[in-house]
Nanobody
């Protein structure tokens, strides 16, 4: 059983940057794909970014392409989300997820989730 703990959220002004971290316990992390999703108030959960176990493939939602970067350090069992040029519409709770999804952008395809970290971008 893999447990995920996100950190790094907070309040930032528009145009600023944040880096989220997701620390995983358990050896499965190194063989699984990892992803970030977010949920804004009153909206559905949205795919943000994903990365395969070997880091050779990354995927991004259209709204964050060119601004966010996902990476992972398998030696540290940690996945990161570097968020630059933040906008007020990026305000959401960000969740880390892991597993072996058939469709890497589908939230329902991931087996385990963190508790989420709040990101608030002020205008």
């Amino acid at each position: 059983q893999v447990q995920l703990v996100e950190s790094g959220g907070g309040l930032v002004q528009a145009g600023g940057s944040l880096r989220l971290s997701c620390a995983a316990s358990g050896s499965a992390f190194r063989t699984d794909s990892m992803a970030w999703f977010r949920r804004a108030p009153g909206k559905e959960r949205e795919f943000v970014a994903a990365i395969r176990r070997s880091s050779d493939s990354t995927y991004y939602g259209d709204s964050v392409k060119g601004r966010f970067t996902i990476s992972r350090d398998n030696a540290k069992n940690t996945v990161y989300l570097q968020m630059n040029s933040l906008k007020p519409e990026d305000t959401a709770v960000y969740y880390c997820a892991g597993g072996r999804p058939a469709v890497i952008t589908a939230a329902g395809a991931f087996a385990y989730w963190g508790q989420g970290t709040q990101v608030t971008v002020s205008s």
